[in-house]
């Protein structure tokens, strides 16, 4: 790997890892920072598309008013960058503890993170979380670990 893609690929660490920060933190303004405006999410929520900022970060605003505290696990990250592009796999759990008090372990997700480098810094142009489906019964499968 050349050391050009090699510093691509720790700072888009480092990105990863500010969105890890902003969603312990509750921080939309941080998270916002780490996005394209343009970015397209398929997320967990309905519906099948959310672009733009606004709409990811509303996204996140629902799932922040589930949690009183809530915490965000990477495992197993995989990232090939380029030039001006660059995207990576990983496992990601949200847990905490909810509103009520009740605390949750959450469930992992699959996630993708697609990237552009935008006047210097690596923004998540594109991301998707999803969970297996059991195709005989139509339901996801939530209780799989990595």
Partial sequence: ????REVAEAEIRQ?????VEGI??????GLKRLYATDVVSFDIDPPLQHVGVEAKLKNWTNAFTFFE??????????????????FGHCFGRLSGT???????????VRATFCFR???????????QASVPLDMSSGKGVTDLQP
């Fill in 98 to 108: 909810l509103k009520n008090g009740t605390a949750t372990s959450g469930m992992w």
């Fill in 24 to 29: 312990r933190a509750k921080d939309l303004e």
């Fill in 117 to 127: 480098k935008v006047d210097g810094d690596w923004l998540i142009a594109h991301d």
């Fill in 1 to 4: 790997m050349s050391v050009r």
């Fill in 15 to 19: 990105q990863l890892g500010k969105v």
């Fill in 69 to 86: 505290d809530l915490a965000y696990e990477v495992r197993d990250l995989t990232i090939t960058a380029g030039d001006d592009v660059a």
